[in-house]
């Protein structure tokens, strides 16, 4: 069963959603099996803004809509995202990293005043070292947010800036302070 016109008003406020100007995003195509209807967004943090240079993150958002409520999500909708990111070789190291990554993800969303049920996920972090020809390089340490949780009461555009800020703070940026206001960009 499906519901178009929940499902548009949400896609309506997803696609007029601001974002942090270093966030930059672009519709990909969504899960068909997952929902009656869904969204994807890939994105990427590229503090130049231009789309040439490399991002210092990537993730994607899902938005899951299905009018029948699976048991599982506590409601009819359903956020699947992920980030991922470089970061200092000390984090691979830190017994605590999981704990903190999940806290960034619920610090953005509480951040914005949100609501959610039934939230799900792991952090990974995996460790690179080189050796022999390439002993030369530099340890690296990814590290990967999964989650998926229940909006409650709406403001799913709210959901989608609270993901862009989980991926700006796996990259390393700071927040905006207090009163500043990312400007509109285009996608």
């Known amino acids: 069963m499906r519901d178009d016109t929940t499902f548009a008003k949400a896609l309506a ?5 601001v974002l942090r100007p270093e966030v930059l995003v672009e519709e990909v195509p969504a899960p ?27 993730g994607r958002f899902v938005l899951l809509h ?15 995202t992920y980030a991922k990111a470089t970061v200092e070789p000390e984090v691979g190291h ?5 704990r903190v990554g999940w ?11 949100l609501t959610w049920r039934a939230e799900a996920g792991a952090v990974t972090c995996v460790l690179s070292e080189s050796f022999g020809a390439l002993s030369d390089r530099e340890p690296t340490v990814e590290m990967e947010i999964r989650a998926s949780w ?16 989980l991926l700006c703070t796996i990259a390393g940026l700071p927040p905006l302070p207090e ?7 285009r996608r």
Do not use: F
């Open 32 to 58: 068909t099996r997952l929902a009656p209807s869904a969204l994807a967004l890939s994105g990427e943090v590229i503090p130049s803004r231009n789309a040439d240079d490399e991002p210092i993150a990537t």
């Open 94 to 98: 830190d017994p605590y990293v999981g």
């Open 103 to 113: 806290s960034w993800l619920t610090d953005a969303l509480e951040s914005r005043g």
């Open 13 to 17: 406020s997803v696609h007029a959603a």
């Open 150 to 165: 229940s909006p409650q009461g709406g403001q799913i555009d709210a959901h989608l800036q609270a993901w862009a800020d």
């Open 66 to 80: 299905d009018p029948a409520a699976p048991e599982p999500w506590e409601g009819v909708w359903r956020v699947v």
């Open 179 to 185: 009163g500043v206001v990312a400007l509109p960009q």
